[in-house]
């Protein structure tokens, strides 16, 4: 089972930007594909942004364009950069295993404790 830390989060103004990174542990990482999620206050958990094994990486219609998702095999870590943040992505964010079906994204494992992102207008 892969176990997930994810860091990076804070506070920004809109317009801004940040990294998150997810440092992974146990399972087999470089098999797996890895996603990003995002809760906001009162909301559902929603599918951000996943990369598979080889790179190919799939984004919600609301940050295509402006969050870019990577990884590092090497070091076990996926990030987050977000580009031109809106006060709309202010959540909770989280990653997690994923299974992509139609290019959305699914959670497959347990959370970790998140990071708090919060975008001020």
């Known amino acids: 089972q892969v176990h997930m830390v994810e860091s990076g989060g804070g506070l920004v103004q809109a317009g801004g930007s940040l990294r998150l990174s997810c440092a992974a542990s146990?399972?087999?990482?470089?098999?797996?594909?890895m996603g990003w999620f995002r809760q906001a206050p009162g909301k559902e958990r929603d599918f951000v942004a996943a990369?598979?094994?080889?790179?190919?990486?799939y984004y919600a219609d609301s940050v295509r364009g402006r969050f870019t998702i990577s990884r590092d095999n090497a070091k076990i870590t996926v990030f987050l950069q977000m580009n031109k943040l809106k006060p709309e992505d202010t959540a909770v964010y989280y990653c997690?295993?994923?299974?992509?079906?139609?290019?959305?994204?699914?959670?497959?494992?347990?959370w970790g404790q998140g990071t708090q992102v919060t975008v001020s207008s």
């Open positions: 146990g399972g087999t990482f470089r098999s797996y594909t």
């Open positions: 997690c295993p994923t299974a992509v079906v139609a290019g959305t994204g699914y959670p497959r494992g347990s």
């Open positions: 990369i598979d094994w080889s790179g190919g990486t």
